[in-house]
């Protein structure tokens, strides 16, 4: 599944070499310490659309390292816990009479984190845009943007997708003409406990909450409260989970704005704390925010805005579960339709999918402030970052 130079078109860029179809640095050897990392493409022509990349935070400079084929614009990718196999979304219809999309899994070479195609799957709707795998590695949940459909699937015991388990999907429009014609689930999100999935539904402005059975893999509304309503034309994206498991934090596209929310996981429970603007002065129609992350720490959360320009923004976390905004770092790579920190919690990459660069910035331990590195990847169409278990931590210390 790795690269075939016959079938590539290899352009020289500085010390990077992108392709239309993949690319690989000179060499493609893993360096001792660095950050390894896979990013998916949104770019559905391509057809080796996942890179296996690295970060050298020693020598501020990027390789990458592979690229594979096996998944139409995977713009986000999960990992099962033990690391095994990774999990791609693919815009291939695996049925084009029911409009259904597709979801896919690869098995990890546990020696040089190459793919192969493991097995694909209906998604249960159309235009799958997030997936998530369970903590204990049972079940992939799917969240299809299309057509509002969220699924859970089991998962076999090589980490296989098997047919899903159950199919929901939610009701209701909103005031923005153009995106809020119906329900659209933008994301699948399993509370800490496991008993909770929630839903941001970015068409009927709510996050859908619903009760899971660990044993049959049934998603039903939770009785105690099927759903979060949120301000009309907010257009809820994103959520994260606070370490604690008592707050979660949404990120809204169509308003700009993040919204947080005390949580309670034996109930299944949100109740909104605040609502804020992602940055200063931003407006529907202009700002458009992507991704929002919580610093291992717990301290600080991040959010991604696009427009002109794109930004990062960086919030305070009080005990309270209320936040303050405290940094915005402008301009960051254009349309960062997502970003992650690694593990170690010392350097954040963003992927500004309309620039197709991914770039480096170091996170200040005491402040969560960002600082802004030289070093950038060229990538066509960067939609996800995706951080590999067994990085070197101990090399990651920040300079």
């Given at each position: 599944?790795g690269?075939?130079?016959?079938?590539?078109?290899?352009?020289?860029?500085?010390?990077?070499?992108?392709?239309?179809?993949?690319?690989?640095?000179?060499?493609?050897?893993?360096?001792p310490?660095?950050?390894?990392?896979?990013?998916?493409?949104?770019?559905?022509?391509?057809?080796?659309?996942?890179?296996?990349?690295?970060?050298?935070?020693?020598?501020?400079?990027?390789?990458?390292?592979?690229?594979?084929?096996?998944?139409?614009?995977?713009?986000?990718?999960?990992?099962?816990?033990?690391?095994?196999?990774?999990?791609?979304?693919?815009?291939e219809?695996?049925?084009?009479?029911?409009?259904?999309?597709t979801?896919?899994?690869?098995?990890?070479?546990?020696?040089?984190?190459?793919?192969?195609?493991?097995?694909?799957?209906?998604?249960?709707?159309?235009?799958?845009?997030?997936?998530?795998?369970?903590?204990?590695?049972?079940?992939?949940?799917?969240?299809?943007?299309?057509?509002?459909?969220?699924?859970?699937?089991?998962?076999?015991?090589?980490?296989?997708?098997?047919?899903?388990?159950?199919?929901?999907?939610?009701?209701?429009?909103?005031?923005?003409?153009?995106?809020?014609?119906?329900?659209?689930?933008?994301?699948?999100?399993?509370?800490?406990?496991?008993?909770?999935?929630?839903v941001?539904?970015?068409?009927?402005?709510?996050?859908?909450?619903?009760?899971?059975?660990?044993?049959?893999?049934?998603?039903?509304?939770?009785?105690?409260?099927?759903?979060?309503?949120?301000?009309?034309?907010?257009?809820?994206?994103?959520?994260?989970?606070?370490?604690?498991?008592?707050?979660?934090?949404?990120?809204?596209?169509?308003?700009?704005?993040?919204?947080?929310?005390?949580?309670?996981?034996?109930?299944?429970?949100?109740?909104?704390?605040?609502?804020?603007?992602?940055?200063?002065?931003?407006?529907?129609?202009?700002?458009?925010?992507?991704?929002?992350?919580?610093?291992?720490?717990?301290?600080?959360?991040?959010?991604?805005?696009?427009?002109?320009?794109?930004?990062?923004?960086?919030?305070?976390?009080?005990d309270?579960?209320?936040?303050?905004?405290?940094?915005?770092?402008?301009?960051v790579?254009?349309?960062?339709?997502?970003?992650?920190?690694?593990?170690?919690?010392?350097?954040?990459?963003?992927?500004?999918?309309?620039?197709?660069?991914?770039?480096?910035?170091?996170?200040d331990?005491?402040?969560?402030?960002?600082?802004?590195r030289s070093?950038?990847?060229?990538?066509?169409?960067?939609?996800?970052?995706?951080?590999?278990?067994?990085?070197?931590?101990?090399?990651?210390?920040?300079?």
């Amino acid at each position: 599944m790795g690269m075939n130079s016959k079938t590539k078109a290899i352009v020289i860029l500085g010390t990077v070499l992108l392709s239309v179809y993949g690319c690989k640095a000179p060499g493609g050897e893993a360096l001792p310490g660095a950050i390894r990392f896979y990013a998916g493409s949104s770019d559905i022509n391509l057809e080796y659309s996942i890179f296996l990349c690295q970060y050298d935070p020693v020598h501020d400079s990027f390789a990458v390292l592979d690229s594979f084929a096996g998944a139409k614009g995977p713009s986000y990718l999960d990992l099962s816990p033990d690391g095994k196999t990774l999990y791609a979304i693919n815009k291939e219809f695996s049925d084009q009479g029911k409009q259904q999309m597709t979801v896919s899994a690869f098995r990890i070479n546990p020696e040089n984190n190459g793919l192969s195609l493991l097995n694909s799957r209906s998604s249960e709707g159309d235009g799958p845009c997030h997936i998530q795998c369970s903590p204990d590695g049972d079940f992939l949940f799917a969240a299809n943007y299309n057509s509002g459909h969220a699924a859970a699937f089991p998962l076999s015991g090589d980490g296989r997708i098997l047919p899903a388990s159950a199919v929901v999907t939610g009701e209701g429009t909103g005031p923005v003409e153009n995106r809020q014609q119906g329900p659209h689930a933008h994301q699948v999100n399993l509370d800490p406990g496991g008993n909770f999935l929630l839903v941001p539904d970015l068409g009927a402005d709510k996050i859908l909450i619903y009760a899971f059975d660990r044993q049959t893999g049934c998603l039903e509304p939770n009785p105690l409260q099927p759903f979060l309503k949120l301000d009309p034309g907010s257009g809820p994206r994103h959520l994260a989970f606070h370490p604690s498991g008592s707050s979660i934090y949404i990120v809204n596209e169509l308003d700009a704005t993040i919204t947080a929310c005390a949580y309670s996981g034996s109930q299944g429970r949100l109740t909104v704390l605040q609502t804020i603007p992602t940055v200063e002065g931003s407006q529907a129609d202009s700002r458009f925010p992507a991704a929002i992350r919580i610093h291992p720490g717990g301290k600080y959360l991040y959010a991604s805005t696009r427009g002109e320009p794109s930004s990062l923004s960086l919030f305070r976390i009080r005990d309270d579960g209320t936040v303050s905004r405290i940094q915005v770092v402008e301009p960051v790579p254009n349309w960062p339709r997502d970003f992650n920190i690694e593990p170690s919690g010392n350097y954040l990459l963003v992927a500004g999918e309309r620039a197709h660069v991914i770039r480096p910035y170091r996170i200040d331990r005491q402040s969560g402030r960002l600082e802004g590195r030289s070093g950038s990847l060229l990538l066509r169409s960067p939609g996800c970052i995706l951080f590999i278990a067994g990085t070197d931590q101990k090399s990651l210390a920040s300079p």
